[in-house]
Each structure stands twice: as C-alpha cells, then as structure tokens.
C-alpha cells in the first residue's frame, strides 16, 4: 500500500482500534491519531459535553475531525466507534485513505471492557449487543477491507500488516 495512504480503522467501541491502531503505527513508522482526541481539542470540548449538547453537535464536530486528519498523509487513525452514522466521514476519509474494519464479536467486547467508561455504553452490556446489530451492516459497507480481531493481539497485527503489504 502507497505509504502516504492514511490507514483508516473503524468498529464497535471496544473493538481494538486504538490499541491495535497505536501498535500497528509504531510496527509501520507512522503516525497515529485518535479521532476521539482530536475532536476534544479541537472543539475545547469533552465528548460528554458535546453530547450533552446533542449527538448532532458531537456528529458535527466528528465530521470536522475527519477533515482535519484527512488532509495529512501516511498516518493511521482510530476513528470513534460512530464514524460510520455519518456517510460524510467515509467520503472525506476515503479521498486520502483506506478503511479497515476491525471486527471483534460482542461476546469478547463484553468479556474485557469496561462498558461504564465508554458514553454509549454506559446503559450496560446489552448495549454492545444492540450496537452491533445496528452498525454491522454500516461497518462493513463502509470499509474497504474487514479485520477479524478474534485472536490474540499480536496475531491480528500480523494480519493487519500482511494485507497493508499485500494491497496496492
Ligand atoms: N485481540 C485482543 N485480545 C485481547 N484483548 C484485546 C484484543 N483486542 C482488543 N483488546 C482489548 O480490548 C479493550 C478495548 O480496546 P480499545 O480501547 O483499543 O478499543 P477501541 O476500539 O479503541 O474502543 P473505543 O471505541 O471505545 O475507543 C482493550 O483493553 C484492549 O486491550
Ligand atoms: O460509538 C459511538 O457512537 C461513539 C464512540 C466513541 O468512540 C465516541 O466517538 C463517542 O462516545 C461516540
Ligand atoms: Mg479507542
């Protein structure tokens, strides 16, 4: 894959993709950015306050996110768990990158996240099976390649790396 290319990582909230994100960019010599924490200090806001607001306020200031990070090049970015409600982001992000989907079941998020630090998650683990249900179809129509994140971590880095060398 071009090395300019951004490496675009959506999926469920507690998914991997900030652990892995942050493990394949140092493997790689990259960059690495949290969509999440780009949007806290842009908007001088934390995600709870945006949302307090409104999730249009918070979708608005994630789409102004996605433009920011797609403008740089070669970096690889954990998106926020919601990317995907919003078409728009994929739009901007595809122009300068390719999107990965990293897909863990419910059943292994469940098992080792703490789901009353996570904003949507917060109404328990019935909620990571709901959001699952809700965004497959939209995480897997939006990425260009899907990641199956159902084995040990380092494993799934050599997935993750074999593809970026694999594709184009
Ligand atoms: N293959 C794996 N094996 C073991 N633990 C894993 C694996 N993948 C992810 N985890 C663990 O799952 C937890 C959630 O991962 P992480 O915080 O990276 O998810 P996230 O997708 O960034 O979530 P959020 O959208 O809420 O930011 C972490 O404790 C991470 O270590
Ligand atoms: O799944 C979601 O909709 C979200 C996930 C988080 O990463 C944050 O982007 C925010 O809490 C919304
Ligand atoms: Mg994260």
Known sequence: ????????????????????????????????????????????KTIPELF????????????????FLAHKSGIVVACG?????????????KKTGTVFFLDRSP???VSDVDVSTRPLLKD??????DLYDERIDLY?????YCIPNNKPMEA???????????ID
């Open 52 to 67: 307090a607001s409104s999730e249009d306020c918070f979708r608005d200031a994630e789409v102004r996110a996605s433009q």
């Open 1 to 44: 894959m071009n090395n300019k290319q951004n490496i675009i990582l959506i999926g469920m909230p507690g998914c991997g993709k900030s652990t892995l994100g942050k493990a394949l960019a140092k493997r790689l010599g990259r960059d690495f950015y949290d969509a999440d924490d780009v949007i806290v200090e842009q908007e001088g």
């Open 107 to 109: 059943d292994d998020i």
């Open 156 to 166: 799934v880095l050599d997935d993750f790396e074999k593809l970026i060398k694999e």
């Open 124 to 129: 328990g683990k019935q909620k990571v099976y």
């Open 140 to 144: 897997r129509n939006a990425a260009d």
């Open 81 to 93: 768990g919601g990317v995907v409600k919003r078409s728009e982001n994929m739009d901007i992000f």
